[in-house]
């Protein structure tokens, strides 16, 4: 397998944590490298559903060390909240955890400004999911931020904390009429969070960088999805960080050519959560049938996902733009008793012109209408299905009919949220 990165081609949620959970079975190390506490990642196995944020998926797989590195926003009470409740449901958490004393930590600053910049943005919001991402990645990226390690120097950290204060109180109370923050319970909470991680935070760097030297297999589970990403993603509805390939060297440290492969995972149809552009958006009874057939609600929020069919075009664009190797197409099941699927294989511009490219902003891809082909559904159920012989001839069409218009092999076809629904396509490995 050697190094491996398991990215979303889509909107989110689109299954990375199954497939992740999949491929850990040989992983040495499973790495998260971008996002935050907004990932809901959910694993099924022997009747099991476990939900995770933060602590990578392959923490489901004792053998596989898991690594949080510097490309995450920490949330110090949700990353122990995690590794309580996976410790009381019998997981084991201790040295196979390392946290990057790189990474950002997401202070309460981050939540509140994520919060009040929604509240006041009405009906123009954004639909972020009030986790403090945007804020915490800002602040990175503005030299605010405070990370993992600075919380073990507690002059340091008390002087970050002030100035952090000071300028925020600015904003959250001048700005948006809010209550202060003040210094001391901030700065006592925060001392009792690093002392709590201490055990899981280490150089996630070079245990990285020595790892991909020994050649060991790393598995790098994305978060969100290439249509999420901060620059290639429908901007600004998007998230505050590279959730595509190239997440993976800057939010690591390892080197880009380290990549080996790249696995895009990907709905049958699509989905998104919160506001922006969604060409394919299906709001009458078919989204609906998407909808409750797929349960569709979102892991981290419980918020209904917008539903809506296949889009190629923007599939075309995920997997050239992240090199994507393969593909695991998930949720076939849920297409079952659907007389016809669409495949969306271009937009029409406002002028009658065929698109076959993404366009760059947000305004235009919400004008674009979407070209769709309409291909025979299938009645039977293919959860059960493990082998490509299993599976329906109309199935199977749809599946070559994908394939060739997202320009990537389907290695892996999911029929059901558990470990063993999986189908594994000809010649796949
Ligand atoms: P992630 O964020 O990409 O890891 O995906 P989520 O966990 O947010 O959402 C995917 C949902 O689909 C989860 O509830 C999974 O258990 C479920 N799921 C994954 N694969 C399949 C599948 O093939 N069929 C069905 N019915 N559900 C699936
Ligand atoms: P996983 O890893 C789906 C969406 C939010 C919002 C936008 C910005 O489970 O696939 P943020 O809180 O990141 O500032 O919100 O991004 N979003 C996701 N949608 N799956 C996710 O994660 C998401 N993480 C963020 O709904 O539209
Ligand atoms: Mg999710």
């Known amino acids: 397998m050697a190094t491996t990165c398991v990215l979303g081609a889509q909107w989110g949620d689109e299954g990375k944590a199954r497939v992740v959970d999949l491929l850990a079975d040989t992983a040495d190390i499973v790495v998260r490298y ?68 790189r990474a950002h930590v997401v202070m309460p600053w981050h939540k509140r400004l994520d919060v009040k910049r929604e509240e006041m943005a009405g009906s123009r919001a954004h639909g ?41 109180n600015r904003l959250l109370v001048d700005a948006y009429g809010g209550e202060p923050l003040e210094f001391e319970p901030i ?22 960088l020595d790892a991909v030297d020994a050649g060991k297999n790393i598995l790098f589970e994305g978060a969100q999805g290439v249509l999420l990403d901060v620059d290639l993603g429908s901007y600004p ?11 993976v060297p800057s939010g690591t440290g390892v080197p880009p050519r380290s990549l080996d492969r790249v696995i ?36 981290t929020t419980g918020r209904p996902r917008r539903c809506g069919w296949f889009d190629a075009v923007a599939m075309r664009y995920s997997v050239r733009s992240n090199g994507i ?10 297409l079952r008793g659907f007389p016809t699927i669409k495949v969306c294989t271009a937009y029409e511009s406002p002028d009658g012109q065929r698109l076959d490219r993404m366009p760059a902003t947000a305004s235009e891809l919400n004008r674009v209408v979407p070209v769709y082909e309409e291909l025979p559904g299938f009645e039977e159920d293919v959860t059960g299905a493990r082998v490509p012989a299993d599976l329906p001839q109309n199935a199977l069409d749809l599946l070559a009919f994908i394939e060739q218009q997202m320009g990537a092999p389907i290695s892996q076809v999911s029929v059901g949220p558990s470990r063993e629904q999986i189908v594994r396509m000809n010649g796949a490995s």
């Open 325 to 334: 190797d393969e593909v695991v197409l998930v949720k076939l099941d849920v």
């Open 187 to 208: 700065r006592d909470e925060y001392m009792r969070y690093a002392e709590l991680i201490k055990p899981f935070v280490g150089d996630a760097v070079t245990l990285l």
């Open 237 to 247: 509805y998007v998230t505050g960080s590279n959730s595509c390939a190239l997440g």
């Open 128 to 168: 972020t999911t009030g986790r403090g991402i945007g804020p915490c990645y800002a602040d990175k990226v503005s030299y605010r931020g405070i990370r993992v390690g600075d919380l073990y120097d507690e002059e340091w950290f008390a002087e970050r904390l002030r100035m952090n204060i000071e300028e925020k």
């Open 34 to 101: 971008q996002g935050g506490g907004n990932a809901g990642h959910t694993v099924v196995f022997e009747g099991q559903t476990y939900r995770l944020h933060l602590i990578p998926s392959g923490i489901l797989r004792p053998h596989a060390t898991c690594v949080v590195a510097h490309g995450v926003v920490v949330d110090c009470g949700t990353l122990l909240g995690e590794v309580d409740e996976l410790r009381k449901r019998g997981v084991e958490v201790g040295a196979n955890l390392v946290i990057s004393d």
């Open 264 to 299: 895009g995972v990907a709905k049958v149809y699509m989905t998104r959560v919160g506001t922006g552009p969604f060409p394919t958006e299906d709001e009458g009874e078919g989204g609906q049938r998407l909808r409750d057939a797929g349960h569709e609600y979102g892991t």
